[in-house]
């Protein structure tokens, strides 16, 4: 039960929470949100609505109406693809089977509370924070693995474990785009950047490089994880209050025999993290792309059975050496009940896809991108004002598109150029972008893992709905946008190059 709580800021984030939890179930309310879309793609048809697509000369979008014969057979003919198509959902299942040996056979618990009597527990949170942004690395692993994973370690710890799910979740979400390595994103979004640059300046364009946003990342890894930290022991945690909803997680040392099938899940990790090294490191490495290249490489379309590896064999160690596995069935057992926790969030999936694939189908996401660039063109802004417009439309465009190189494919057409002639330079327009485009990921129903986040945090508490969530998230939006801003505007004051060779200005 919460402890009362008075201030302007607490009574706002508790009228969120009641308003977004009268909302009907979140299967429920994705599956209006869908027939919303149908209703709404008919209207908008009907009065023939369309833009013109920045980045496609001459192609006119207009809404596609699901209520039409062919919108009716689309509908009825995609459901299962839709379903089976939605990307998280292959992600969240593969990556749980590994996940469900390494939990049931007892590793995590053991490893968890190993980390909870040997590290301070001051910097748990910290940890946890650091560790949920540098998990893009990992491209979208980390909402599935670090996410349950701070519940449970606060749980450990005595704490409310939504609190420990929130921390994660602001890690991984909220600061996707900063790292201390380079990652897919770079070249995903760096080379939507070029295109868009070349329209203007071809050599330029031909200068820039994947890394022209690193050194402002770098810096921010430090910044997120401090502000997190606050954001998550000062205002979160403290507005949960007491957890008093049964779930809990023993803190007793190990046992010796745990000790024991703790050093032989390391040795075990510690050798196949080389096997799958030596598929990516040498130059002949199979898991290389072309050319050599690491970033843009099969290895990184292979993150998700990597994962289930580096978790599956470990587990397994773990199991034989303390006897929780003793044959094959043991593990099929132990596979078949992770699967079977996750029968709420494949539901929720099912209806989450159908909403995604209607949206996306009739143009409304691109229509209203397209849209929220020409009101900013329309502005006059310059300088700063342009540049803070530019981050708050990016950032509310976000809320209903979430693939970031959807968006940025729409955007950077239109914004990429016309900052250059205002004297920014491209490199500057998708930090800005970035920026926009990672602190509201966490308040946005329509990200893909925002689901999967509800059915982890339901664990805990059968209560939790999308006004709980959105509640809890938005102190690390808010905080995490401010402080990014004037961190940018810092860099911009002093002209601080934003990666190598990637300055503030743009100089023809």
Same mark, same amino acid.
């Given at each position: 039960?919460?402890?009362?709580?008075?201030?302007?800021?607490?009574?706002?984030?508790?009228?969120?929470?009641?308003?977004?939890?009268?909302?009907?179930?979140?299967?429920?309310?994705?599956?209006?949100?869908?027939?919303?879309?149908?209703?709404?793609?008919?209207?908008?048809?009907?009065?023939?609505?369309?833009?013109?697509?920045?980045?496609?000369?001459?192609?006119?979008?207009?809404?596609?109406? #699901?209520?039409? &014969?062919?919108?009716?057979?689309?509908?009825?003919? @995609? *459901?299962?693809?839709?379903? =089976?198509?939605?990307? +998280? !959902?292959?992600?969240?299942?593969?990556?749980?089977?590994?996940?469900?040996?390494?939990?049931?056979?007892?590793?995590?618990?053991?490893?968890?509370?190993?980390?909870?009597?040997?590290?301070?527990?001051?910097?748990?949170?910290?940890?946890?924070?650091?560790?949920?942004?540098?998990?893009?690395?990992?491209?979208?692993?980390?909402?599935?693995?670090?996410?349950?994973?701070?519940?449970?370690?606060?749980?450990?710890?005595?704490?409310?474990?939504?609190?420990? #799910?929130?921390? &994660?979740?602001?890690?991984?979400?909220?600061?996707? @785009? *900063?790292?201390?390595?380079? =990652?897919?994103?770079? +070249? !995903?979004?760096?080379?939507?950047?070029?295109?868009?640059?070349?329209?203007?300046?071809?050599?330029?364009?031909?200068?820039?490089?994947?890394?022209?946003?690193?050194?402002?990342?770098?810096?921010?890894?430090?910044?997120?994880?401090?502000?997190?930290?606050?954001?998550?022991?000062?205002?979160?945690?403290?507005?949960?209050?007491?957890?008093?909803?049964?779930i809990t997680e023993t803190v007793n040392g190990?046992?010796?025999?745990?000790?024991?099938?703790?050093?032989?899940?390391?040795?075990?990790?510690?050798?196949?993290?080389?096997?799958? *090294?030596?598929?990516?490191?040498?130059?002949?490495? +199979? !898991?290389?792309?072309?050319?050599?290249?690491?970033?843009?490489?099969?290895?990184?379309?292979?993150?998700?059975?990597?994962?289930?590896?580096?978790?599956?064999?470990?587990?397994?160690?773990?199991?034989?050496?303390?006897?929780?596995?003793?044959?094959?069935?043991?593990?099929?057992?132990?596979?078949?009940?992770?699967?079977?926790?996750?029968?709420?969030?494949?539901?929720?999936?099912?209806?989450?896809?159908?909403?995604?694939?209607?949206?996306?189908?009739?143009?409304?996401?691109?229509?209203l991108a397209i849209s929220g660039a020409e009101?900013?063109?329309?502005?006059?802004?310059?300088?700063? +004002? !342009?540049?803070?417009?530019?981050?708050?439309?990016?950032?509310?465009?976000?809320?209903?598109?979430?693939?970031?190189?959807?968006?940025?494919?729409?955007?950077?057409?239109?914004?990429?150029?016309?900052?250059?002639?205002?004297?920014?330079?491209?490199?500057?327009?998708?930090?800005?972008?970035?920026?926009?485009?990672?602190?509201?990921?966490?308040?946005?129903?329509?990200?893909?893992?925002f689901a999967i986040v509800i059915a982890f945090?339901?664990?805990?508490?059968?209560?939790?709905?999308?006004?709980?969530?959105?509640?809890?998230?938005?102190?690390?939006?808010?905080?995490?946008?401010?402080?990014?801003?004037?961190?940018?505007?810092?860099?911009?004051?002093?002209?601080?190059?934003?990666?190598?060779?990637?300055?503030?200005?743009?100089?023809?």
């Amino acid at each position: 039960m919460r402890d009362k709580k008075k201030g302007f800021v607490y009574q706002s984030l508790d009228v969120i929470e009641r308003v977004g939890n009268k909302l009907p179930h979140p299967v429920t309310l994705f599956a209006i949100f869908a027939f919303s879309v149908i209703l709404l793609s008919g209207l908008l048809s009907a009065i023939g609505l369309s833009v013109e697509h920045p980045a496609n000369e001459g192609e006119v979008l207009e809404v596609k109406n #699901l209520m039409s &014969a062919e919108g009716i057979q689309y509908m009825f003919t @995609s *459901a299962v693809a839709n379903f =089976t198509g939605f990307a +998280p !959902l292959g992600t969240v299942l593969v990556t749980m089977l590994g996940i469900g040996i390494a939990e049931r056979s007892g590793l995590i618990s053991a490893a968890l509370r190993a980390l909870v009597t040997s590290v301070p527990k001051q910097l748990i949170t910290a940890a946890l924070v650091f560790g949920g942004i540098m998990s893009s690395m990992a491209a979208d692993a980390g909402y599935v693995v670090l996410t349950p994973l701070g519940a449970v370690l606060f749980a450990g710890l005595g704490r409310h474990p939504l609190a420990g #799910l929130a921390a &994660a979740f602001a890690g991984v979400s909220a600061g996707f @785009s *900063a790292n201390l390595l380079l =990652t897919s994103l770079d +070249p !995903l979004l760096g080379g939507l950047t070029q295109e868009a640059a070349a329209v203007l300046n071809p050599e330029y364009a031909a200068a820039m490089n994947y890394a022209m946003n690193w050194y402002f990342m770098i810096a921010s890894v430090f910044m997120l994880t401090i502000v997190g930290t606050l954001v998550t022991d000062k205002i979160v945690e403290p507005r949960l209050g007491k957890y008093e909803g049964g779930i809990t997680e023993t803190v007793n040392g190990i046992s010796s025999v745990e000790k024991k099938g703790l050093i032989g899940a390391l040795v075990s990790f510690i050798v196949t993290g080389a096997a799958i *090294a030596l598929l990516i490191a040498p130059e002949w490495g +199979p !898991l290389r792309g072309e050319n050599g290249e690491v970033i843009n490489s099969p290895f990184f379309a292979s993150l998700v059975p990597v994962i289930l590896i580096m978790f599956f064999i470990p587990g397994f160690v773990y199991g034989k050496i303390t006897k929780s596995i003793k044959n094959d069935k043991d593990v099929a057992d132990q596979l078949s009940d992770t699967m079977a926790t996750m029968g709420s969030y494949i539901v929720l999936a099912f209806a989450a896809a159908q909403f995604v694939a209607y949206f996306n189908e009739t143009n409304l996401g691109l229509i209203l991108a397209i849209s929220g660039a020409e009101f900013l063109e329309t502005t006059g802004f310059t300088g700063l +004002p !342009l540049i803070l417009t530019f981050i708050f439309v990016a950032g509310v465009i976000n809320l209903f598109i979430g693939s970031a190189s959807a968006k940025w494919a729409i955007m950077a057409p239109v914004f990429v150029p016309m900052m250059m002639n205002l004297g920014y330079s491209p490199e500057l327009t998708q930090l800005a972008y970035r920026i926009a485009d990672s602190t509201t990921n966490v308040i946005s129903p329509l990200m893909p893992y925002f689901a999967i986040v509800i059915a982890f945090a339901q664990k805990y508490d059968k209560k939790v709905g999308i006004g709980t969530l959105i509640s809890t998230m938005l102190p690390y939006s808010i905080v995490f946008s401010i402080v990014w801003v004037i961190m940018l505007i810092v860099w911009m004051t002093f002209g601080i190059d934003l990666g190598p060779g990637s300055p503030i200005h743009y100089q023809p």
